[in-house]
């Protein structure tokens, strides 16, 4: 049976990097005694995949990892009873907050990841005098009909319109908020948006200046549709 | 949210910031302010090392049980966070509170190898605590050291206030408690380290005074304080299962060198090696109950979810119910993917069988360690593997499927000769030959795959080789290019492979094991250079080393290739390890005439360690 975890990242686990998260797990599945199962061959490994690695730095409240438990039809733990098993054996910074049934055709996370909120707050040392004038011009920028922009990876530059990969963006109180596109496609990192910004304007981007929390991760489903990855799931009651 | 110590902006530019964090998987979490004693522990390398070390996790779960106490953990800042700190005054800090070291009341430091020396100087650096321990005042911790490297403290006697000679289980509850006790009273530190000075298994350096001869070795090493012991006498658990075992060790996040649950199934060892100085100071063996084990495995299992449980002694096979406690292991095991590493076998139709078993036999390797090319010099070190173990096991493991074997040998010992040396390339093409004798062409999968690898020969204290001779840099390198030709004239050359250790840092570390108090001053002036992270070999500059020596005006041959007199007076001679000197003396000259001595399951040697009244001087023999 296929199940999804969805888990928040908070403090200083920010700082734990995405293989050793999935390591992290893969400890915690034994300590919580799930049914989880195993590969065959000499050297079995758990059946589990994370949907979309984090940044070191960054914090989330919508992580997600998917497993397959040995319990076939019949489950032996209801949706809460697994979410403690595993809250219990968690360190302070990551709780699990829901544990969902996924129908056994389903894809896995990683697949239709499509899209991913981000809220990104101000640094104390980074803020600016004048926050009007931060979020008009923020608000300008987003509303050209383009965004061009050369996007550097280690062999090769490209060009690239932002425009239609940033799919919302907002001002939420003192906070920029937005979704971006995410996934294997094309996958935006919100600091991305934000750099552009800056040298639009020409001002210089504070390497630390914000602190920046993922809030949720979409996939695609059939229709195409934008769907938080936990409601691909069901409750196990 | 526990805070951190460090901010972001330094968190997120330095490698590996979850070094720094603490909030570890079963880490304890106490209120510092409802404690009486807080305790920071330390071992002197990376995180990813240190977090690796039993030793640490046996401590720290036995302070932490004390209500009356919190422990926590510091290792080395890596050389990118050691700069910031520098630059930035930042007071090195404990794991769990990231609270600063220096406001603790004790700092304990594990010396695990020599080569961590300056390591130990950048933490009380770092922890802004003065190096010395008579510039140390009533605010600043007491520093203590432990480990193996105390059984020689003299090199680092000015650096610590207190060190604990032997296994760290017995006295100190009662060091604690006088802590408390004194503090209770008001008294000071100098009342504090006279009251440690009486517990046994303590030893406070600045209550005795070295005095030397002209030629530079010890003339008298004498108490200057009434409450100085003039013999410090090591601590030894004597029942195993009296002692309760780790139950909730920490889980790293990062991948450590020991990612792994470790059982400790015994103490000490029954072999007398002559070069090992485990084998000695830890004498007598001692060995945990199977049922012990047993549960202490499975609790072990359930509350780390780790992948992998590893058996550690000295030398497994030893071990009274190996098989019954395998069995149990593999029963539990496989069915939850959990792997079972099984270190220091000896290679027999037992081993081969159970190793099929657990491992791969495709991607494994079999391991010896004749640690000496011949017979002869096998004997002079008193290792009872010989040549015929070695090709029967090897060819019994052929026949298994396995095609690969790791070799481990030792140049520079005592007496050695250069048929011993050619016969490291002649033993490995020995067991080359019985792949091919044994394994038919079409059941081969591929070539035999023979490594062999030689580390250089350090003599130790409190062995038998505590006054041998040790190699020059350039002799070193000298054997090891002569047993590399020997192994270009071999017929299955192309199966053979052979790699040896590096010859500056075996030099050093010759000097600091059986330094004396002089040398102090060379490691201070080495740190002070910025020699750092020494047993890196990416960071180790032995230009610093040298400049060191020159400034200090110390001669490092002293220490390394000096002919010891028998009745010379060591630095360490003021420690009853067990293992008596008669005891190591006899022993050195029956090396020297190249006689085995018997393991104590054979015979009682007599060496000396029956005075703690346990472990296998006492079972019954049959
Ligand atoms: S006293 Fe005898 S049996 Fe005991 S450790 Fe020494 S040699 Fe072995």
Not at chain 2, 299 to 322: A, M, N, P, R, V
Not at chain 2, 505 to 526: F, M, Q
Request: net charge negative.
């Amino acid at each position: 049976m296929k199940i999804r975890i969805k888990f928040s990242k908070q403090g200083y686990m920010k700082f734990v990097g995405h293989l050793d998260i999935m390591r992290y797990f893969q400890k915690a599945m034994r300590r919580g005694k799930i049914n989880i199962r195993y590969s065959e061959g000499f050297s079995p490994h758990q059946i589990m995949s994370f949907a979309a690695p984090l940044g070191v730095g960054i914090t989330s409240n919508g992580e997600y990892l998917d497993i397959e438990v040995t319990d076939q039809d019949t489950p032996s733990f209801t949706s809460q009873t697994m979410t403690k098993s595993l809250n219990q054996v968690m360190v302070e910074g990551i709780q699990i907050l829901s544990c969902r049934k996924l129908p056994d055709t389903s894809k896995n996370a990683m697949s239709i990841v499509c899209a991913a909120d981000y809220t990104l707050r101000f640094r104390e040392r980074a803020i600016l005098e004048d926050l009007e004038m931060f979020f008009e011009k923020l608000s300008a920028f987003y509303s050209q009909d383009q965004i061009m922009i050369t996007k550097k990876t280690k062999r090769s530059q490209r060009k690239l319109d932002l425009k239609p990969l940033i799919y919302h963006l907002e001002r939420r109180g003192n906070a920029v908020f937005m979704q971006v596109s995410a996934g294997s496609g094309d996958n935006i990192k919100p600091e991305l948006v934000m750099e552009s910004f800056y040298e639009s304007q020409n001002w210089e981007y504070p390497p630390f200046g914000f602190l920046i929390q993922r809030e949720e991760v979409y996939g695609h489903d059939q229709a195409g549709n934008k769907i938080p990855l936990e409601e691909f799931g069901e409750n196990i009651e | 949210m526990r805070k951190l110590a460090l901010n972001d902006e330094i968190l997120l530019s330095v490698q590996q910031p979850a070094r720094y964090i603490g909030g570890e998987v079963n880490m304890v979490v106490k209120d510092p302010s409802q404690v009486d004693i807080r305790f920071c522990m330390c071992f002197p390398d990376v995180y990813e090392i240190g977090m690796s070390h039993l030793g640490i996790q046996i401590l720290y779960d036995m302070f932490n049980r004390r209500e009356d106490t919190y422990c926590e953990r510091v290792y080395s800042p890596w050389t990118d966070l050691d700069k910031v700190m520098r630059q930035e005054q930042i007071p090195l800090f404990a794991l769990e509170s990231q609270d600063p070291v220096k406001d603790f009341d004790f700092l304990g430091i594990t010396l695990q190898y020599e080569m961590c020396y300056t390591n130990i100087l950048q933490i009380l650096d770092l922890s802004q605590i003065p190096l010395h321990s008579r510039e140390r005042g009533e605010e600043d911790p007491i520093v203590i050291g432990g480990g193996p490297c105390a059984y020689n403290p003299e090199p680092l006697a000015e650096f610590f206030d207190l060190f604990y000679i032997g296994e760290g289980e017995t006295v100190y509850g009662q060091l604690l408690d006088a802590y408390k006790e004194n503090k209770k009273n008001g008294r000071n530190r100098l009342a504090f380290l006279q009251a440690a000075a009486q517990i046994p298994g303590i030893y406070v350096p600045a209550f005795y005074d070295v005095t030397y001869k002209e030629d530079g070795t010890i003339d008298r090493f004498k108490p200057n304080n009434p409450c100085a012991k003039e013999k410090v006498t090591k601590e030894l658990v004597v029942d195993m299962d009296q002692v309760p075992y780790i139950e909730k060790p920490l889980v790293p996040f990062q991948k450590v060198t020991q990612d792994r649950v470790v059982l400790e199934i015994q103490r000490g060892c029954i072999r007398g090696c002559r070069f090992c100085q485990a084998g000695n100071v830890y004498r007598p063996l001692r060995e945990r109950s199977v049922e012990y084990l047993k549960e202490s495995a499975k609790k072990l299992l359930d509350h780390t979810g780790h992948e992998e449980i590893s058996l550690s002694s000295l030398s497994s096979s030893d071990y009274t119910d190996l098989p019954e406690l395998v069995n149990f292991l593999i029963d539990q095991c496989s069915s939850r993917g959990i792997n079972i590493s099984l270190p220091s076998l000896r290679i027999d139709a037992f081993s081969l069988d159970v190793m099929s078993k657990v491992q791969d036999v495709k991607k494994s390797s079999l391991t010896f360690a004749p640690e000496a090319g011949s017979q002869r010099l096998r004997d002079v070190i008193n290792k009872g593997l010989t040549e015929d173990v070695i090709l029967s096991g090897a060819t019994e493991a052929f026949k298994g499927g396995w095609n690969r074997v790791k070799l481990y040998f030792m140049l520079g010992l005592p007496t050695e000769e250069k048929e011993d040396m050619e016969g490291i390339a002649l033993l490995s093409e020995k067991i080359a030959e019985a792949y091919y004798d044994t394994v038919p062409k079409e059941q081969r999968h591929g070539k035999a795959q023979i490594v062999a690898s030689s580390s250089f020969f350090v003599p130790k204290p409190f062995t038998p080789f505590q006054w041998a001779r040790m190699c020059t840099k350039e002799e070193f390198l000298e054997r090891a290019y002569l047993v590399k030709n020997k192994f270009r004239e071999m017929k299955n050359f192309k199966s053979l492979k052979y790699n040896w250790h590096e010859a500056d840092v075996t030099v050093l570390e010759g000097v600091l094991a059986r330094g004396d108090r002089k040398v102090a001053s060379v490691v201070e002036a080495a740190y002070k250079n910025g020699a750092l992270f020494d047993s890196w070999s990416e960071h180790f500059d032995n230009s610093l080393w040298d400049k060191a020596f020159q400034d200090c005006d110390i001669d490092p041959d002293f220490y390394t290739v000096r002919e010891r007199q028998i009745d010379e007076v060591f630095p360490w001679d003021f420690i009853d390890a067990g293992v008596s000197k008669e005891f190591l003396k006899r022993e050195w000259l029956l090396a020297l005439e190249g006689k085995v001595t018997p393991n104590c399951r054979q015979r009682c040697s007599g060496c000396g360690a029956k005075v703690f009244k346990g472990g296998v001087c006492y079972e019954d023999k049959d």
